[in-house]
């Protein structure tokens, strides 16, 4: 996974799983949700996502206090979230 934050939205590309979710990608991710600017997530160029990826999307919301975009949401994560019951947090 990688990530890059640009014009106030975080970039997610890649495969997002539980097997590809290192520590350091997901310590920079934390980091890079911390800026101010950012206001978004964007995850158009995610080729693979797993829980790992509501687990980046859950720690994102707790650390921006609920106020973030999302955008391209992959359809695995979609469908996760209903398994989850946790629909309401990733549709405000």
């Not at 080729?47 to 206090?65: E, F, G, H, I, M």
Request: net charge negative; proline share 2%.
């Amino acid at each position: 996974m990688n990530s890059e934050a640009r014009n106030g939205t975080l970039y997610i590309s890649g495969e997002v799983t539980v097997k590809t979710l290192t520590d350091a990608a997901y310590t920079r991710f934390q980091e890079q949700c911390r800026l101010k600017e950012v206001v978004a997530l964007d995850f158009s160029a995610v080729s693979r996502a797993d829980s790992a990826c509501v687990s980046l999307l859950l720690t994102a919301l707790r650390l921006k206090n609920h106020t973030l975009e999302w955008h391209h949401l992959p359809e695995s994560v979609r469908a996760l979230a209903g398994l989850y019951e946790i629909n309401d947090w990733l549709n405000p």
